[in-house]
């Protein structure tokens, strides 16, 4: 028998028993695989273990909150994750949080629509593979010759530099906190301050508007973080 492998695996993480089983059954029925976990303290090893193409994840969860295993999980990983919120005012403030999440949905849910968000998100990621190499708008890079091509002109970028374009432009459009940017450019050397963050992003986009003067490619989310612009404005 063959093991269908490419079906996507959705971790579904909720204490609410009956919500879990619904959510997994109609997961299932759109042709995905399931796990799940009711327990906050058990996500992160599972995740670990079995890493889900992505994560369900409620916010009011037994032993260790929603919140947190996001920020954690986002330390070592960019499976797309889908907060789960019991209160449509809270998104908001999650939002502002810089959690890293991919999207809210809000309790009462009805599966039919999370199945449709979880599909849009893997829509998203897979016009954006984590391959090799990587076009978004005039920019492209490839992770194997490290090079950046800008408008058809190479761009002489430091590992630190390139490590960092790299992350955000695997996501476009999403905010990256600085905290967020050094955990995961420790790969690449890096020192890991706030303020260096800020400086080699102020190398970054200046080697970039060398190439493309009038767009604006990297943009300060004030308070927050740096973002990757594909269609820049
Ligand atoms: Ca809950």
Redesign the pocket.
Known sequence: MVIPMTRKHILVV???DKIARLLCDYLKEAGFRTSSQANGRRVIAQVKRELPDLILL????PGKDGMALCREIRQFSDVPIIMIT?RVEEIDRLLGLELGADDYICKPFSPREVVARVKAIFRRVGAAPRAKQMVVGAISLDDETHRVIVDKKALNLTPSEFGLLKIMMRQPNRVFSRSELINRVQGYDFEGYDRTIDTHIKNLRKKIAQILPDQEIISTVYGVGYRFNETPD
């Open positions: 909720e204490d609410e409620d916010i009011m969860l019991a």
